[in-house]
């Protein structure tokens, strides 16, 4: 069950996926596009909770940052950071707008949003993981979170695991 693999394990089979660079370039573009467009619907849905009225989206990050704090506590944290402002706007679009122009931005970025992801994949010469596990979604997202810690230097211990796992060499 891959829910409950090591962050080390669900990364290497996503960068199984995603080793040319333009390919990799392509999904910091698109994964965040398509998480944007997707909160916009799930904002509609509103759950009563505790009294309040809580969006879809709401509900997912706040499932989604339990697992990646699971995971990996400071990959959470950056995540949740990024997914919170990401949130707010996507809730403004679904509360203040109507829901033809909401329906209309959801649409255009998750279209955008995807033909980046093609594009990469075209150049990669691979399918999208997702097609093999629909679970590489939630992992796509803390994937390119722990990109961005390695290119800082930061959590290279991680990195070198997961390369080890892929069988990539160090680098």
């Not at 879809?56 to 706040?62: E, G, H, I, S």
């Not at 950056?78 to 109507?98: D, K, P, Q, R, Y």
């Not at 997702?130 to 930061?154: C, H, R, S, T």
């Amino acid at each position: 069950m891959d829910i409950v693999k090591t962050l080390e394990q669900q990364m290497a089979v996503y960068a199984a996926y995603h080793r040319h660079p333009v390919n990799r370039l392509t999904h910091f573009v698109g994964v965040p596009m398509i998480l944007f467009a997707v909160f916009i619907p799930l904002g509609w849905l509103r759950l009563p909770i505790f009294g309040m009225e809580i969006s879809t989206a709401t509900l997912l990050v706040a499932l989604v940052s339990v697992y990646y704090y699971v995971l990996d506590r400071a990959l959470a944290l950056a995540m949740v950071a990024f997914m919170v402002g990401m949130l707010f706007a996507t809730e403004l679009i679904a509360s203040h707008w109507s829901v033809t122009t909401g329906f209309w931005i959801f649409l255009t970025v998750f279209i955008v949003g995807w033909t980046f992801q093609l594009i990469g994949h075209v150049v990669e010469g691979r399918r999208p993981a997702l097609v093999d596990n629909l679970w590489q979604v939630v992992i796509a997202p803390i994937f390119l979170m722990a990109e961005i810690f390695f290119a800082a230097g930061l959590k290279l211990n991680l990195k070198r695991r997961v390369q080890a796992l892929v069988g990539n060499s160090p680098g």
